[in-house]
């Protein structure tokens, strides 16, 4: 009897230390990380974005979505890993400005065949579908969401898709979720972290259902310090799965070097 007793209380024990092994974060600190290159923000997202996951990047103008894709991009460069930038808004041109101007050597990046930049562009009427012709580039009435997935080559490491919001334009909602949840399972499928870039519009237009199909989402603002009456930007992480995240709304500033995080805010 007390043998019996006895193995069970051994078996409780080890029952309980794997529960702890699984439940701390010893396991989610071996997850591989893509880091963002914004110290701060790499040190709460425990060394970066999960790999090969979705991470949603949402905002009003000019909040600063642009320029973390911009940095995380620039890092996974500088680590050798393979990139491609799908862009809707900026032309290819601008981008490298944008980058260069932060220091990061997106021209050199391109040249390594380290980066590449495709422009998607944006049809809205049939007058401008014609005049697309004459400019290269892919239409995005040639492409869903899901089609997304295909222009992503294999070897592909780190996807940033600024801005998906065009593509939901005339969409129903069911068919948006669908979509943006397909293109996230091939992605991973691929084994491609991927930045999706959702403007503040679309994804309020969209009853914000895109917060649930990704591995994680990143929120960037723009509001008055009611002691300064000024107006500063946060960044803001409601969800990072794997990761122990803070909740705390992060000050940061944009600067000539890029953004940098500050802290949380009181
Ligand atoms: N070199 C710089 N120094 C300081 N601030 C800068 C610099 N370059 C850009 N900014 C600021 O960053 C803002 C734009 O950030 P970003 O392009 O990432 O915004 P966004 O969220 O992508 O906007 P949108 O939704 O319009 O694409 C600009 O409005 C500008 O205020
Ligand atoms: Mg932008």
Same mark, same amino acid.
């Given at each position: ?41 790499? *040190?709460?997202?425990?060394? =970066? ?9 949402? =905002? ?135 930045? &999706?870039?959702?403007? *503040? ?6 009853? &914000?259902?895109?917060? &649930? ?54």
């Amino acid at each position: 009897m007390h043998v019996v007793l006895l193995i069970r209380r051994i078996g409780n024990v080890f029952y309980y230390c794997y529960k702890l092994f699984i439940e701390t974060s010893y396991l989610n600190s071996l997850m591989e990380r893509i880091p963002t290159g914004i110290a701060k923000l790499d *040190q709460e997202l425990e060394g =970066g974005l999960p790999i090969n996951k979705g991470i949603l990047v949402t =905002g009003t103008a000019g909040s600063g979505k642009t320029i973390f894709g911009l940095h995380v991009i620039n890092r996974a460069c500088e680590d050798g890993k393979n990139c491609l930038i799908l862009a809707t808004e900026e032309t290819k041109e601008d981008i490298i400005a944008e980058a260069e101007n932060f220091g990061f050597a997106f021209s050199h990046y391109l040249e390594e065949e380290l980066l590449t930049i495709t422009k998607v562009l944006e049809m809205r009427s049939k007058t401008t579908t014609a005049s697309s012709h004459l400019t290269s580039g892919l239409s995005i009435r040639e492409i869903d969401i899901i089609g997304l997935a295909d222009l992503v080559p294999e070897n592909v490491d780190l996807v940033l898709i600024d801005n998906i919001g065009v593509f939901a334009l005339g969409m129903s909602l069911g068919d948006f979720r669908d979509q943006f949840d397909t293109l996230n399972l091939l992605l991973s499928e691929k084994s491609v972290t991927a930045i &999706y870039v959702l403007d *503040q519009a679309t994804h309020e237009l969209t009853n &914000y259902v895109a917060d &649930y199909s990704t591995y994680g989402c990143i929120k960037f603002l723009v509001k008055e310090n009611p002691y300064t009456s000024k107006m500063e930007r946060f960044i803001f992480i409601p969800k990072m799965r794997g990761t122990n995240i803070s909740l705390d709304l992060n000050k940061f500033v944009i600067t000539p070097e890029g953004m940098r995080v500050i802290g949380p805010t009181e």
